[in-house]
């Protein structure tokens, strides 16, 4: 019989690269999508003949019930928030709502449906926040820095309650930064790798930073959602931290980027203190040690090739809107 999966946040980063992962694996996958005049489908397209849609939110509950009684699944993958640091300063109460509140309506949907359903939480390493030790690991305390960072700490902890509450096989992927050509024009690393490309094309001048000094372990969101699918084929449900365990500062993320097209980054590159943020996390490391050992899971995509890979799909890009735009006139 096929397997199900339910996956909140399809229309993302994350869940794009999912649904593609659990489609090759045979299952039959379900997106929850906000009933909106503007969702964004860019980045699914590919996969609207092969993925159903379930209208759906996190902000309501039997909304989410009656998307669980629909697909039927035999896991649950929720990836969806307000994901974003910087907004959730300026939205705090729906950074809330959506990013901790949003987990627990999600887990009481599998409560009261099946709570044989297995079910995902996407952390984030922004719960460690000022860093206590580095690397960070499962057993790190956490220090959230931002509105953002408390909402995925209640979460996380939310989905350790139902787990040791209900006897749900309910775990999180302590997920460090990860990125890919996909990712939204807001996040830092598209922002440069998007900028990089419409200056190699002429279409820009200048890239503006805030701080350059922070320090990211960054990987490739095609290899973390493969972490995410191997928690769920545990025999018991655990949280794992899943990361490169190496770091770069935003300054090395700029210079390869520039380096990729043959420019100096320095001629380019201004700072701008209105985008520094209100407190700022410095350096985040992660150990995927208990990744490596219990799920066999390892990076595949290194730093410099995921910075390259995105310059180049974003020169394409804007190539490609540039020749329809002119084919339109």
């Known amino acids: 019989m096929q397997k199900s999966a339910l996956i909140t946040g399809i229309t993302g980063q994350d869940g794009s690269y999912l649904a593609e992962f659990l489609l090759e694996k045979g299952y039959r996958v379900f997106g929850l999508v906000r009933r909106s005049s503007n969702v964004n489908l860019d980045r699914i397209t590919h996969l609207l003949d092969r993925i159903e849609l379930i209208p759906g939110d996190l902000l309501d509950e039997n909304s989410l019930i009656s998307a669980v009684k629909l697909a039927e699944p035999v896991e649950v993958y929720n990836l969806a928030s307000q994901s974003f640091v910087p907004t959730s300063w300026n939205q705090p109460v729906l950074t809330s709502e959506l990013t901790a509140l949003g987990v627990t309506r999600m887990l009481e949907a599998v409560r009261v449906v099946n709570p044989r359903i297995r079910f995902y939480q996407a952390s984030s ?29 209640y ?52 890239l503006k930073m ?17 972490a995410m699918w191997l928690m769920l084929q ?32 320095r001629d380019y590159v201004e700072t701008d203190p209105s985008l520094l943020r209100p407190a700022e996390v410095h350096h985040l490391r992660g150990d995927a040690s208990k990744a490596e050992r219990e799920l066999g899971w390892k990076p595949e995509v290194s730093f410099e090739q995921l910075i390259e890979m995105m310059v180049r799909e974003d020169i394409k890009l804007l190539q490609r809107n540039a020749a329809l735009a002119s084919a339109t006139m």
Not at 126 to 143: A, D
Not at 235 to 261: I, M, N, W
């Open 234 to 265: 545990r025999d018991t449900p655990q949280d794992y931290v899943v990361a490169t365990g190496k770091t770069h500062s935003v300054r090395r993320l700029v210079e390869l980027a520039f380096d990729c097209v043959g420019l100096n980054w």
């Open 155 to 206: 979460g996380h902890w939310i989905t350790v309650n139902y787990r040791e509450s209900y006897n749900l096989f309910a775990c999180s992927g302590i997920l460090f930064n990860h990125e890919s050509p996909r990712r939204g024009l807001e996040f830092v690393t598209r922002k440069v790798s998007h900028s990089v490309a419409r200056i190699k094309l002429g279409l820009q001048h200048k």
């Open 125 to 153: 390493s922004e719960m460690f926040g000022l860093v206590r030790e580095s690397p960070q690991n499962e057993n790190t305390q956490f220090y959230p820095r931002s509105p953002y960072g408390v909402a995925k700490l």
């Open 210 to 226: 805030g701080s350059l000094d922070a320090e990211r372990d960054w990987g490739f969101a095609g290899d973390y959602v493969r």
